[in-house]
């Protein structure tokens, strides 16, 4: 993906050349007291790249919170790093102690004007979760609501800018080598920053929450769902404050049943908010870890931390439904294939005929079978392997509702096992009204 394709958010400003030179100094300190740390050691017994992996965690910790964002994404997604790397960094994910409550004060007064005893009736200073963005507080509004107030760290966003400076700077230089430049190092940076700056917008987050349940509440698949109320007087570009929401976790399947809940409900719902906000309208939650995800006392589905949300832009959503129409209509595996072109950068090439027939194998399945008897995980590593194979870089976007349909997959096991998605009639009347409108534009518009 070009770094041109970036998607706009709010850029972090700049940090002057001598604050950044300072995280230089600070960062080159703590890469030296690692390099110490590891030589040390050597003498033991072990290969020395097990050392020097394990020795990476506290690194990141010593480096400061943008480090460890980046150590606990490297946690939580073994699939791309590998099991043994994540396993390593897991330990990030518990490992952020809270932000020093007067800190924490003085920033409720600069955004909000008043100090928490006189915004809320109540405020337990003791944070109940810390995170290396932010950390979330309990509280009661003056009108007897309970909330939870999540409040970014404060001067965190002048850090993380430096820090940021420094990681797009390193990447240039690695993708002076080969390897760096397959790795498309600038651009792993370049996610990772947009990243930060939309999860260090609160407002945006509220925003993009709101945008997006109304979409899925035009259909009659999305009532299950929903989010959070947000309290905009109490909520800035640093502190957000949300209704408290009780309920069971979705991957605690026994609760769900002793609750009286339908495990199929809920599946569908989480499938049709992929769908319907993904593909029709662009925006889709990016990371729906069941620590996101709770069912309510009605049995709905509510959605909770918005900071990393999945934007598709019209262009792609448009090759995407060319891609259904021509694999899965038409069965136009040439066409297909030049619609993957069209989708990323396709570094070999191969006879149009060879490539057809390598899309034909892994796309005859999908026709042949329904979808409830097919693992989402099987075909991820199929086209994994078939993306491999052509040097295809597909948009960032793709990668990420790809990693939240595994999620989904796996609460489906839990929640639903004997469930057919394709069996079900109000998914196939879904599906049935995607295809039509997806037959009809194809009429429409322009040939690919």
Do not use: C
């Amino acid at each position: 993906m070009s770094s041109t394709n970036h998607r706009e958010v709010a850029r972090l400003n700049r940090v002057p050349l001598p604050a950044e030179a300072a995280r230089v100094a600070a960062t080159g300190w703590q890469v030296t007291r690692a390099a110490a740390r590891f030589l040390t050691t050597l003498p033991g017994r072990g290969p020395w790249q097990q050392k020097a992996i394990r020795q990476l965690p506290q690194t990141f910790a010593d480096l400061g919170p943008t480090y460890v964002k980046f150590g606990q994404i490297i946690a939580s997604s073994p699939g791309a790093f590998g099991e043994s790397l994540s396993r390593e960094f897991r330990g990030l994910l518990d490992r952020v102690p809270p932000a020093d409550s007067t800190q924490v004060h003085k920033l409720f007064v600069e955004d909000l004007g008043r100090e928490p005893a006189e915004l809320f009736a109540t405020f337990e200073e003791e944070p109940f979760a810390s995170a290396s963005i932010a950390q979330v507080h309990y509280a009661t509004l003056h009108t007897g609501e309970d909330v939870v107030v999540k409040i970014q760290r404060p001067g965190i966003r002048r850090r993380v800018a430096a820090d940021l400076q420094i990681l797009k700077r390193f990447a240039q230089a690695v993708e002076l080598a080969k390897l760096g430049r397959r790795l498309s190092a600038q651009d792993v940076v370049a996610d990772f920053s947009d990243n930060l700056a939309e999860e260090l917008n609160f407002r945006l987050e509220a925003q993009s929450m709101e945008a997006w349940v109304a979409h899925l509440h035009a259909s009659p698949l999305g009532r299950g769902i929903r989010v959070p109320q947000v309290y905009w007087d109490f909520t800035s570009d640093r502190v957000l404050t949300m209704e408290r929401v009780h309920g069971i976790r979705i991957d605690d399947a026994a609760a769900i049943r002793k609750a009286g809940f339908d495990g199929t409900e809920l599946v569908k719902a989480l499938l049709f908010s992929l769908f319907e906000g993904g593909l029709r309208h662009g925006l889709f939650h990016g990371d729906l870890h069941a620590g996101n995800l709770y069912v309510d006392e009605a049995g709905r589905i509510v959605f909770f931390d918005f900071g990393i949300m999945g934007r598709i832009d019209p262009r792609t959503r448009w090759l995407l439904r060319e891609l259904v129409y021509a694999l899965l209509v038409k069965k136009d595996h040439a066409a297909a294939g030049k619609i993957v072109v069209l989708m990323g950068a396709v570094g070999a090439t191969k006879p149009e005929a060879e490539a057809a027939k390598d899309l034909e194998r892994f796309a005859t399945p999908l026709t042949v079978q329904t979808l409830g008897d097919m693992s989402y995980a099987d075909i991820g590593r199929q086209l994994s392997a078939l993306a491999d194979a052509y040097d295809v870089k597909l948009p960032r976007e793709l990668v990420l509702i790809g990693k939240q349909f595994l999620y989904v997959e796996r609460y489906m096991k839990l929640l639903a096992p004997k469930w057919q998605m394709m069996s079900d009639p109000q998914l196939t009347g879904y599906f049935a009204n995607f295809m039509v409108e997806v037959s009809r534009e194809h009429s429409s518009d322009v040939e690919v």
